[in-house]
């Protein structure tokens, strides 16, 4: 079996459990992780490092998938009471400015790397069944309804570990590294803003990962994701009397239903894999009333962006189509964007070489083969962009099977991972020992 060994550090990989658990026992959903930023902001500049945070990461970029204002005050007030009313950290967030840049120069000159560590949880009320290790070890989310149930907690641990590893490494490290802890990955929100920022743009080696995934234990060096686009469609007709003057009516439910059916049957794409899916739909009218409005929210994917934008623009013209057969109006809102991104081979085979170095033998499942994840991630915004620029990125899946699946409310990883995590990322920006 080719498969990844148990990190075999008792003693490096104990702090780095005890981080993750107390991370994960106070989630936050999308654009309120301020409890979490303000924790991470905290140790990082004890750390020595250059913490840029708050409205002064936004300058004014638009912010898709944000809660309501009730909902951001509400999770600020819960963040505020937990960490005082003095925290220093907390005043620049309000309002959802969430997330951070840590950034430490090394003693001598040399590149720029950059890592990324998204930071949300999911709006999941955690399992308390006995068999749920975090249940059963008392570390179970403490904010009701809200979960780390995608292993962002162990990333941002990773991003942690690394960090006090580059601190302690100083006087060994060469050129300059910027960890950037981002927000919003799960709404599609935090990896747009988080491209446009000044640090990013002086990266010239970008890397981001993803625990779990796939269920056997490996690294995969060269994983990409689907380019997906999530779109609102409003239908609004004419309403009437069924019974009396049905043909007066003009039916946007019998649109609505039009549309749904026609999306399923786009035709595939050559170049790719491709999704489609209708996961909302609803329209309020009585049994005697030809329905005025029927609205549904649908998402297309595909294995790159043009085969994504295919799909998309396909979705548009079925939408107007399935209005004029029935005489309404239809009109499509975004709702949120992924992008595509390759990796640079070269990065990923210097993921492949530190895998080694750091003990993962080469029969111990480190693939640099190309693996399409079936699923979306907005760190591509940040890959494309430092590609963009003439620098090189990759996505790294630290894969192994996880409980309950990605999404659920049993979902729990193996926590020795973060131990390679960290250990990888310590050799690829050149500080990493044996001692
Ligand atoms: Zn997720
Ligand atoms: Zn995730």
Same mark, same amino acid.
């Given at each position: 079996m080719h498969t990844l060994p148990l990190y075999p550090h008792a003693e490096r990989l104990a702090p780095l459990v005890a981080t993750r658990r107390a991370y994960h026992a106070y989630p936050e959903l999308s654009w309120t992780e301020f409890h979490t930023t303000a924790k991470l902001c905290e140790e990082l500049e004890q750390l020595g490092f250059t913490v840029t945070w708050g409205e002064a990461l936004y300058e004014g970029a638009p912010r898709s998938g944000l809660p309501p204002p009730a909902a951001l005050d509400a999770a600020f007030a819960r963040a505020s009471e937990a960490l005082g %009313?003095?925290?220093?950290?907390l005043p620049a967030m309000k309002g959802g400015f969430t997330g951070l840049v840590a950034t430490l120069d090394g003693a001598s000159i040399g590149p720029t790397h950059g890592f990324r560590f998204d930071i949300d949880a999911l709006p999941i009320a955690e399992s308390d069944a006995a068999g749920h290790m975090p249940a059963a070890a008392g570390f /179970?989310?403490?904010?009701?309804?809200?979960?780390? %149930?995608?292993g962002h907690d162990g990333h941002l641990t990773i991003g942690l570990g690394f960090a006090r590893r580059l601190a302690a490494s100083r006087a060994t490290l060469r050129g300059r590294v910027h960890l950037f802890f981002q927000p919003a990955e799960e709404v599609a929100g935090g990896g747009a803003v988080f491209a446009r920022l000044p640090q990013l743009a002086e990266v010239e080696s970008f890397v981001a990962l993803h625990l779990g995934?796939?269920?056997? /234990?490996k690294l995969i060096c060269d994983a990409t994701w689907l380019a997906a686009r999530i779109c609102d469609v409003h239908f609004s007709g004419r309403a009437s009397h069924a019974g009396n003057a049905p043909q007066d009516g003009r039916n946007a439910l019998l649109a609505a239903c039009g549309a749904v059916q026609a999306l399923y049957a786009i035709p595939r794409h050559s170049k790719g894999a491709s999704r489609v899916n209708v996961g909302k739909f609803s329209s309020n009218n009585a049994n005697n009333v030809v329905s005025d409005a029927a609205q549904f929210r649908f998402e297309v994917r595909g294995a790159n962006d043009e085969v994504c934008s295919y799909m998309h623009e396909r979705a548009i013209e079925i939408i107007e189509g399935a209005a004029r057969m029935n005489g309404v109006q239809a009109e499509v809102r975004p709702v949120a964007q992924f992008v595509g991104a390759d990796n640079s081979e070269a990065l990923v085979n210097a993921v492949a070489e530190a895998a080694r170095h750091v003990?993962?033998?080469?029969? %111990?499942?480190?693939s640099v083969s190309n693996y399409l994840v079936p699923a979306s991630e907005d760190a591509t915004y940040m890959a494309r962009a430092v590609q963009q620029r003439g620098g090189r990125s990759t996505y790294l899946l630290l894969a192994g099977q996880t409980r309950g699946?990605?999404?659920?409310?049993?979902f729990d990883f193996d926590e020795d991972l973060l131990g390679w995590g960290v250990d990888l990322c310590a050799q690829l920006t050149g500080i990493y020992s044996d001692d």
């Open positions: %009313a003095d925290n220093r950290y /179970r989310s403490c904010n009701d309804g809200v979960m780390h %149930a995608c995934i796939v269920s056997e /234990r003990g993962m033998r080469d029969d %111990a499942g480190i699946g990605h999404h659920n409310e049993r």
